[in-house]
């Protein structure tokens, strides 16, 4: 089964190189990556170009002009080109284990998502990181991190718990098994069940509620927070407002309450206006 691995990304070049280097160290090489990318500039195309030079990854660079937030027009566009049966999406924000392809293929079962979770990182740790600390998996090290600036928690139990533990973690978490825009996969073919994301959303929900018209089409979500790591870079996010969020919510609790399978504006109509 081929995987395609889908992230967004938005003039963040230096974190996306990061992200890269992380999908370069997979142990589960049958995979392509799609980088889903929201209108960036010239320094990010290099990166990937640089990428795609220095590494034997089969890369897809998908890019429409700025237009604000579209994260959803750009993931229906990465969903489209996709050449792989089954899709897993992070964030161009989100350093990959080298087992995380490998976990989402272990665990893909048809008639179901997979929900993942994240480890967020402060910003100094962040800026930290380099190519050598992602090869090595030190960024994934508790040690290492609470010396370069992560407190010490509970949610170290993410990154230090081996196999049969994080089974066990992913059982008995109450942590709600959503669609996380940083860490979920299904099928292809279930993706487009739904008809994609809502176009009509900015930021705020929108992956939940994707997750949501997938649970409507009967398909169940699997809980693998504790099995798929990855490390969460800190950024502004200057996208954000109020009048985003509420239309959402709207949007969502319209999906949740009507118990709708498809967008009414999603990849179907994206073709169709290209046409």
């Given at each position: 089964m081929k995987i395609s691995v889908i992230f967004t990304t938005y003039n963040s070049p230096a974190w996306l190189q990061k992200v890269?280097?992380?999908?370069?160290?997979?142990?589960?090489?049958?995979?392509?990556?799609?980088?889903?990318?929201?209108?960036?500039?010239?320094?990010?195309?290099?990166?990937?170009?640089?990428?795609?030079?220095?590494?034997?990854?089969?890369?897809?660079?998908?890019?429409?002009?700025d237009d604000g937030f579209q994260k959803c027009r750009i993931l229906n566009?990465?969903?489209?080109?996709?050449?792989?049966?089954?899709?897993?999406?992070?964030?161009?924000?989100?350093?990959?284990?080298?087992?995380?392809?490998?976990?989402?293929?272990?665990?893909?079962?048809?008639?179901?998502?997979?929900?993942?979770?994240?480890?967020?990182?402060?910003?100094?740790?962040?800026?930290?990181?380099?190519?050598?600390?992602?090869?090595?998996?030190?960024?994934?090290d508790k040690r290492w991190l609470t010396k370069y600036g992560v407190e010490p928690s509970i949610k170290f139990m993410k990154l230090t718990a081996g196999p049969i533990r994080a089974k066990i973690y992913n059982t008995l978490t109450t942590t709600n098994r959503s669609w996380n825009g940083h860490n979920a996969s299904c099928f292809k073919s279930d993706?487009?069940?739904?008809?994609?994301?809502?176009?009509?959303?900015?930021?705020?929900?929108?992956?939940?509620?994707?997750?949501?018209?997938?649970?409507?089409?009967?398909?169940?979500?699997?809980?693998?927070?504790y099995s798929a790591i990855c490390v969460h870079l800190d950024?502004?996010?200057?996208?954000?407002?109020?009048a985003d969020w509420k239309r959402n919510r709207v949007i969502r609790n319209t999906s949740v309450n009507e118990k709708l399978i498809e967008t009414p504006a999603g990849i179907k109509q994206q073709l169709a206006a290209s046409n």
């Open positions: 890269l280097w992380g999908f370069d160290q997979q142990t589960d090489r049958q995979f392509e990556i799609i980088i889903a990318d929201d209108g960036s500039g010239e320094e990010t195309r290099e990166v990937i170009n640089d990428f795609k030079n220095e590494s034997d990854r089969d890369v897809q660079h998908i890019w429409h002009e566009k990465a969903i489209i080109a996709a050449t792989g049966d089954y899709i897993v999406m992070t964030d161009g924000d989100c350093i990959p284990r080298k087992d995380f392809v490998a976990v989402h293929r272990s665990h893909a079962e048809p008639g179901y998502f997979l929900s993942g979770g994240y480890f967020k990182l402060p910003m100094r740790t962040s800026k930290l990181i380099t190519k050598d600390d992602i090869v090595k998996g030190y960024c994934f993706a487009l069940r739904v008809n994609g994301f809502d176009e009509r959303m900015k930021y705020g929900g929108l992956d939940a509620e994707f997750g949501w018209r997938l649970k409507n089409a009967g398909i169940k979500a699997k809980q693998i927070r950024h502004a996010r200057g996208y954000v407002n109020d």
